[in-house]
């Protein structure tokens, strides 16, 4: 059988905050919308803007770290999988779809403190289904009792 290949690259601002809930087993899932934006000269030789929106999810660490780290409109690069789930509609009794894009890598390409745009130094964290450390620091986390001695949170702190 051939190889086949579902990958996902993206770069773009999010939307709003990201939303971050816990499963009954307490594994982290951050969901969050991303918006793509393309310029093109339309057929009379104006530009024209088309924002294009992802839903976009994030499990394990990487989703508490973009739950403590992004924001509405910070720009980051996504790299992962489409993945469609459906499911029948309890009022209508219909088939419904939604395709979302699960990370398992990104950058933060935003600096620290920015929101709208900016260009940061660009900071990447690898997934749980990524391979290998990916350069990030392999300490264990702190515990919350730990973090609150820390007068202020460096560059170096941020575990990516």
């Not at 993945?83 to 419904?96: I, L, N, P, R």
């Not at 973090?147 to 202020?152: G, I, K, Y």
Request: charged share 30%; aromatic share 6%; no cysteine.
């Amino acid at each position: 059988m051939a190889k086949s290949v579902n990958k996902v690259i993206l770069v773009g601002n999010l939307g709003k905050d990201p939303e971050v809930k816990y499963t009954p087993n307490g594994v982290p899932v951050a969901k969050f919308s991303l918006a793509t934006n393309e310029r093109f000269k339309d057929k009379s030789g104006e530009w024209q803007d088309r924002t294009e929106w992802h839903n976009i999810v994030v499990w394990q660490r990487l989703a508490e770290i973009v739950g403590e780290y992004v924001k509405k409109g910070s720009k980051i690069y996504i790299e992962g999988k489409l993945q469609t789930s459906s499911w029948e509609d309890k009022q209508s009794g219909e088939k419904k779809y939604r395709t979302e894009v699960v990370a398992h890598d990104l950058v933060l390409l935003s600096g620290r403190g920015d929101g709208e745009g900016g260009g940061g130094e660009g900071r990447s964290s690898r997934g749980a289904a990524g391979s290998g450390s990916g350069g990030m620091d392999q300490r264990a986390p702190q515990r919350p009792d730990e973090m609150s001695q820390a007068a202020e949170i460096t560059d170096e702190d941020i575990p990516f």
